[in-house]
């Protein structure tokens, strides 16, 4: 488990960890997440086993609303909200198992992009956990565990302690499923 800075050189690295299936930590605007790419079964099955987690839903975290629609089929309400407070702490439940979100953090936007899909983005912690503000403290989580990700990106302490807020889009209803940082 490498701790690295978020560089031109470290982010391609931390592409070719994620395209071989692999498991990196990043930093969004409200916390650092534990991802893969989410297509990526190998991925999705190490994160539940680093995670120590039983519950296969996931927020995703994409590069921008277009790469969104590449994937998943948007209502108008839905697309209303994203070009509203995206990118930003808002996350869009779009299926049974996903929601999903464009982060106002350029690090992450960026490693989505190179990647060519949305990425698993669930916090760095174990489950049950509090959730780290620094990449110090996320190694110190996982540095004695079986299980590690391959790479952690440390782009310093994360300033915002409220996590995205998640809602549901039901026709023109939108259901605040988990309060956060947005207030709707």
């Not at 702490?89 to 929601?99: C, E, G, H, R, T």
């Not at 998640?166 to 209803?173: A, K, L, R, S, T």
Request: net charge positive.
């Amino acid at each position: 488990m490498n701790l690295v800075k978020p560089s031109e050189h470290n982010l391609k690295k931390c592409v070719e960890v994620l395209n071989r299936g692999g498991v990196v930590i990043y930093p969004t605007e409200t916390a650092y997440a534990l991802g893969g790419k989410f297509s990526n079964k190998k991925a999705v099955a190490r994160i539940m086993k680093i995670k120590k987690r039983r519950d296969p839903k996931f927020t995703l975290v994409a590069s921008s609303l277009f790469q969104v629609e590449k994937v998943f089929k948007l209502s108008t309400a839905q697309r209303s909200l994203a070009k509203k407070y995206w990118p930003g702490p808002l996350s869009i439940i779009v299926s049974s198992k996903y929601a999903v979100r464009v982060p106002n953090n350029k690090v992450a936007r960026s490693l989505a992009r190179r990647a060519g899909e949305p990425l698993l983005a669930t916090s760095a912690n174990l489950a049950g956990g509090r959730t780290p503000v620094t990449a110090k403290e996320i190694y110190k989580i996982f540095f004695r565990q079986k299980n590690q990700p391959d790479l952690i990106l440390d782009a310093g302490k994360i300033k915002t302690k409220k996590p995205s807020t998640v809602v549901m889009v039901e026709g023109d209803e939108v259901k605040i499923i988990r309060p956060g940082e947005i207030i709707l």
